[in-house]
């Protein structure tokens, strides 16, 4: 198999942390652009539209995103096989993962549309959105639900390349889109005064401009192997993309699902908490970049070296990335503690919403000691191909701790923001404490791959 990315061989031989490095930073400048990309929504429509707006926006991008974690947790699993297939040298195998790829993508993508498409205003209902923002927040879906093929294209194009350990074409593509994004809100929210359903057009047309720009690039840099029909025939790559990437679509997808439970819990304080819930989730993706980027560099870096019979190598990736990430953690804790209001002034002028975000990020933050630890095991996990294992502890924590949790708390007499908040450091530690006896447990079957 052809490497795509000049550093690609470093992977397997060598120090460990510089490729590691290399590969991830491209990633963490991918994850600020589609951070940047969110954002830009909703300070836009913060500043130049209502408060029911910004509502609908806030609330309407958080379901989308439990929505689209259908194919990125999909995606995901086609990413571990192309490594794999890399580190094995077996580029048939490459091949047939893309074309099973295709194949399932069509399928899930057209579901997903026709969900949301016909379910949107009972989905409002679930959520107890605001009254004054219902309407709004049923547009944004539904313009979101049409342009679906997008989304999933643009994820399913970026899984492969960053399989085969390029991190710097999805970066490309991000920033086209963040780019073109930008410039339509400002235009449809600002200049044609069109309120969540501008920031939803938007959003759905920078994606079409993004996937046609990396078609017109595969076509100028094809793939390292080439599809023949044969391998859209055979059902043994769909059914190996789900193995692997369907127990991360579903834990993504319910635990996003989790913490739009929590919000419709916050939505019943008033419109001024669901506008401050909305933009600390909005923040949450900043925040976390460093973890996330290493998650997935993870993925793919163990994937490869498993696939080529390094477990010690993989090991020595995880412990390099857990160390970076545990410094920018901490940071990221004092900045959510001390400084929420500065961060939710940057999307809003109302000094309730402010101050609700606030709150809410002060009791929040102390997840950020908790989730580099947790962030790492489980790129490490998914490069392994333990994806059971990542969903059935992501869901205990949601399911039995968070949202459970979150309820008790709301109902407390004279409950506020930062008391809910607290739910979700307490399912982070959940999920730390379920990965180290995870990870001794499978130190003790191999006795070759230390513990962290």
Not at 129 to 138: G, I, K, S
Not at 364 to 371: I, K, M, N, Q, V
Request: contains cysteine; aromatic residues 10%.
């Amino acid at each position: 198999m052809v490497p795509t990315d000049s550093h690609e061989n470093a992977f397997l031989t060598g120090p460990i942390l510089p490729p590691l490095i290399r590969f991830s930073m491209p990633l963490m400048l991918s994850l600020l652009l589609q951070g940047l990309y969110g954002a830009v929504d909703l300070a836009v429509v913060g500043r130049f539209a209502s408060t029911a707006s910004t509502a609908a926006v806030a609330v309407g991008s958080q379901m989308m995103v439990a929505v689209t974690a259908v194919i990125t947790g999909l995606t995901m699993g086609v990413t571990v096989l192309i490594g794999k297939a890399v580190g094995a040298r077996t580029p048939q195998d490459g091949a047939q993962v893309v074309a099973g790829q295709i194949r399932l993508f069509l399928a899930v993508t057209a579901a997903l549309t026709a969900a949301l498409l016909l379910l949107a205003p009972a989905m409002t209902r679930w959520m107890h959105v605001p009254a004054d923002a219902v309407e709004e927040t049923v547009a944004y879906l539904r313009i979101c639900g049409g342009g679906m093929v997008f989304v999933a294209a643009y994820n399913g194009i970026s899984g492969i390349f960053r399989g085969l350990g390029n991190s710097r074409v999805p970066l490309l593509f991000v920033f086209l889109a963040c780019c073109i994004n930008v410039v339509l809100d400002l235009c449809l929210v600002w200049g044609a005064h069109l309120g969540a359903a501008g920031a939803a057009w938007a959003t759905i047309l920078a994606q079409a401009g993004s996937v046609a720009f990396s078609v017109l690039y595969l076509r100028r840099h094809p793939l390292p192997f080439s599809l023949s029909r044969a391998d859209f025939r055979t059902g043994a790559s769909v059914r190996r993309i789900l193995a692997v990437g369907a127990p991360i679509a579903l834990q993504d997808t319910l635990v996003n699902i989790s913490f739009l439970m929590i919000t419709s819990i916050v939505n019943r304080l008033g419109l001024v908490a669901s506008a401050g819930i909305g933009i600390t989730e909005k923040l949450f993706l900043f925040l976390s970049i460093v973890p996330m980027a290493f998650m997935s560099a993870l993925s793919t870096i163990v994937a490869q070296n498993m696939g080529a019979r390094q477990p010690q190598r993989a090991r020595k990736a995880l412990v390099a990335a857990w160390g970076i990430s545990q410094i920018f953690g901490c940071a990221i804790f004092l900045l959510t503690f001390f400084g929420g209001h500065l961060l939710a002034a940057v999307f809003e002028d109302d000094p309730a919403v402010i101050a609700a975000a606030a709150a809410y990020f002060r009791g929040s933050s102390f997840e950020h000691l908790l989730t580099p630890s947790v962030f790492c095991f489980l790129g490490y996990f998914n490069g392994s191909e333990r994806t059971t294992f990542v969903m059935v502890q992501g869901l205990a924590s949601a399911f039995l701790v968070r949202v459970p949790l979150s309820y008790l708390l709301s109902i407390l007499p004279g409950t506020g923001m930062f008391t809910i908040a607290l739910a979700v450091p307490a399912s982070a530690l959940v999920n730390l404490a379920a990965c180290l006896l995870y990870d001794r447990y499978l130190h003790r079957r191999t006795q070759g791959t230390p513990s962290l």
